[in-house]
């Protein structure tokens, strides 16, 4: 994995701003620590930062290539999991290789098929492919956005980059946010709109599209979507079908040139990708498998159950660690070293984000970063398998917004009236609401409750998910580490997203038909564990250091946050048992604590990164 970075100037000649370059693609260092390489050719500047995975001692970026008049230069940030089967192809058709990495692959797929190569791409990806006889870039970026991708058009000039750091780094950026941008962070936030940069200047390149730019301007296309298609198998060929996808995409995704591991929490995701994990290292003969898990310091003193959160992991981790044999690494964070990683978290994303949820795994992927540089998680899959309380509640399905924020009315009242009257927070986050439910592709002769439940696993599936797969890359790429994430396989998302209901929930449970797929797999009392999300702590040293912290901010008078929240409401909060409640604030995870420290993450931002409001 890695970082890129470029723009493209037609009105001058860019090796006079090597300098400009060099400290965009620095900005990417941490995504890509292992090397660094430029490129400049007249009104094309390309950057990149290598973290090394495949093929170590070669497949250096910027990568050239000449076929023909035409000159190519290629950054790519990703993986594509097809090589062989891609080089294999290409070599039939007479094309020579002077590595064994796919970036190699990549490139020459777009010289012999041009846009066309991404119906052939099994991947995750971004990249930008500048042809230099025509003068124009070529773009695009995986099928679900497991990998992002910026880009800005400002004064006649094109820039982009894997995270807006690099971006911003650029001097004709400017930090600025406008109303828009200010109700992504306070309404829609840490969600984003897809395609939405929150900085007035910053796009991103939605996922399943490309872009090129050229002398005409910049044009984007889609060349994936969701396609709703009748479902013809039974509920035993189904579960075999998912079985398949799952496997098949698992051990495409276990190839590596570096150490390799899995994230364990004992529940029914990460441990069937472990148990496939374990299978496939015994048949390739390969070494013991390690497994990494996160908790916190007193998490089983203070431990609470409740409906999302309705049990511990880690009696599951020890149960499925024992019985696949694996070599476990038990990591554990204390509170003031997670209220500590509120900041690196921030600028990890150039946003504010899950507040201790990022923080932690900021931290948790920091230490398995010591270990191994590729790590297999299991994000995704209760988006795509239907997973959430909220898939399963009548009040959430009938609510007419997104079900992870349910608490819209609640958190417009935390703004400044000022704000509030500006930005519109309510009748902008049902506008973006209406937008995701217009794009749902339905079968003719739905029933209402089939539409719901397919409205619902859409929502899920392009407006949720990249919530968590953005905080997965940045957290990871943030301290070098490559995480993947084989239930974001585009095959395995397109097949489940049409399976009924009534056999998505077989036995009446939620994700059903992944437990049943699993069977023989998984031991069984792990199928039928109740489900459990990704752990924070309970530790009520967390809210009372971030209460502290967000006090002394409204404190100061100087903080930029002070004119855009409703300071009086926030202190009476702070000072009320309800801070220590479930406050419904954001998603599965973020409540009363998250609250004050995602608007501790928003003060540094805007004192960080200096963004002017207007």
């Known amino acids: 994995m890695c970082g890129i970075t470029g723009w493209i100037n037609w009105q001058k000649d860019l090796t006079q701003d090597s300098t400009i370059l060099e400290n965009m693609t620095e900005t990417l260092s941490e995504r890509g620590p292992d090397a660094s390489g430029t490129w400049i050719s007249g009104s094309c500047a390309l950057g990149h930062r290598r973290l090394s995975v495949i093929d170590p001692e070669n497949g250096s970026q910027p990568m050239i290539r000449t076929a023909g ?47 066309a190569c991404l119906d052939r791409f099994n991947g995750i990806f971004a990249f930008a492919i500048w042809n230099e006889r025509e003068q124009h870039l070529f773009m695009a970026r995986d099928r679900l956005g497991v990998k992002p991708l910026f880009y800005a058009e400002v004064n006649g000039m094109f820039l ?38 929150v900085y007035s200047q910053l796009s991103e390149l939605r996922p399943g599209h490309c872009l090129v730019y050229d002398h005409n301007g910049s044009h984007i296309s889609v060349y994936w979507k969701l396609e709703a298609i009748p479902h013809e198998d039974d509920v035993d060929a ?34 069937a990708l472990t148990a496939l994990a374990v299978l496939y290292n015994h048949r390739m003969g390969k070494g013991t498998l390690d497994t990494f898990s996160v908790d916190y310091v007193d998490n089983d003193k203070y431990f609470t159950a409740n409906t999302f959160q309705p049990n511990a992991d880690s009696p599951w981790i020890k149960r499925m660690s024992e019985h696949l044999g694996t070599k476990h690494h038990w990591i554990q964070f204390d509170t003031p070293e997670v209220v500590d990683a509120l900041l690196p978290a921030m600028k990890a994303r150039d946003l504010p984000g899950m507040a201790d949820v990022d923080a932690s795994l900021y931290l948790f992927c920091q230490e398995i970063k010591k270990e191994i540089t590729v790590a297999v998680s299991g994000e995704a899959a209760d988006e795509i398998f239907g997973g959430y309380p909220w898939f399963h509640r009548e009040e959430a399905l009938n609510a007419g917004t997104f079900p992870w924020s349910l608490a819209s009315n609640w958190r417009a009242d935390l703004l400044s009236p ?62 070098g580490l490559e995480v993947r994430v084989p239930f974001c396989d585009h095959r395995l998302v397109q097949y489940v997203w049409n399976i009924p209901w009534e056999i998505k929930a077989a036995g009446d449970r939620e994700k059903g038909i992944l437990r049943k797929a699993l069977h023989g797999i998984v031991p069984d009392d792990v199928i039928t564990r109740k489900k459990s999300p990704y752990p924070k702590t309970h530790n009520p040293n967390y809210l009372t250091a971030v209460k502290r912290w967000f006090l002394e901010i409204v404190d100061d008078p100087s903080s930029p946050l002070l004119p855009l929240i409703n300071v009086k409401k926030l202190r009476e909060l702070a000072a009320s048992d309800e801070a220590k409640s479930n406050i419904p604030w954001f998603g599965q995870l973020m409540s009363g604590p998250q609250l004050f420290a995602y608007l501790i993450q928003v003060d540094a931002w805007l004192r960080q990164y200096k963004v002017s409001i207007r």
């Open 69 to 115: 008049d035409d000159r190519y230069a290629l950054v790519y940030n990703g993986e594509l999991y097809n090589t062989l089967e891609l080089r294999k192809e290409l070599e039939s058709r007479e094309h020579t290789f002077q590595t064994s990495c796919d970036t190699e692959v990549l490139l020459v797929s777009y010289i012999e098929w041009g846009p």
């Open 238 to 271: 189904t579960a075999a079908k998912v079985r398949e996808l799952l496997q098949d995409t698992l051990e495409r995704q276990l190839v590596s040139d570096v150490p390799i591991g899995t994230l364990l929490s004992g529940g029914l995701d990460s441990s």
């Open 418 to 479: 000022e704000i509030h009257d500006w930005i519109e927070p309510l009748p902008y986050i049902g506008d973006r609401y209406s937008q995701a439910v217009a794009e749902v592709p339905h079968l003719d002769g739905e029933t209402e409750q089939q539409r719901k439940m397919r409205t619902m696993s859409y929502l899920n599936i392009t407006r949720f998910m990249p919530t968590l797969l953005d905080r997965k890359d940045r957290m990871s790429m943030g301290v």
């Open 160 to 197: 982009f980059g894997s995270e807006p750091k690099a971006i911003l780094a650029h001097p004709a950026i400017e930090p600025v946010v406008r109303a828009e941008g200010l109700a992504e962070i306070f309404i829609v936030g840490p969600a984003r709109t897809p395609g939405h940069g």
